[in-house]
């Protein structure tokens, strides 16, 4: 059984920031969680990938937040952050936390999700 809980979503300006964290909370850590990351969602748009990092400490982003956007993770607490700086109106969207394998740092795509947190909402004004 495994959850990932999401924390610090909110409504912020144009250029400011957003810290968002997700705990995995796991009976047992297998290579079902060795890579876990972000997700985000806009009304009428499909899910896409945002971050991904691996338990070994390699990242992967996507263009649109390369610059702006900072995965980290604290394997102690077995948790994700993902640092947002300089953001922008169409960063808003609904994040999701996400857990899977290997795969889904190499795919760097939805299908290879093993698990989801609930989702946090994420709101930028102009």
């Known amino acids: 059984q495994v959850q990932l809980v999401e924390s610090g979503g909110g409504s912020v300006q144009s250029g400011g920031s957003l810290r968002l964290s997700c705990v995995c909370v796991?009976?047992?850590?297998?290579?079902?969680?060795?890579?876990m990351g972000w997700f985000r969602q806009a009304p009428g748009k499909e899910r896409e990938a945002v971050a991904v990092i691996q338990r070994t400490g390699t990242t992967r982003y996507a263009d649109s937040v390369k610059g702006r956007f900072t995965i980290s993770q604290d394997n102690s607490k077995n948790t994700v952050y993902l640092q947002m700086n300089s953001l922008k109106p169409e960063d808003t969207a609904m994040y999701f936390c996400?857990?899977?394998?290997?795969?889904?740092?190499?795919?760097?795509?939805?299908?290879?999700?093993?698990?989801w947190g609930q989702g946090t909402q994420v709101f930028v004004s102009p």
């Open positions: 796991a009976s047992v850590y297998t290579y079902n969680t060795n890579s």
């Open positions: 996400a857990a899977g394998s290997t795969l889904l740092y190499t795919s760097f795509d939805v299908r290879w999700v093993n698990y």
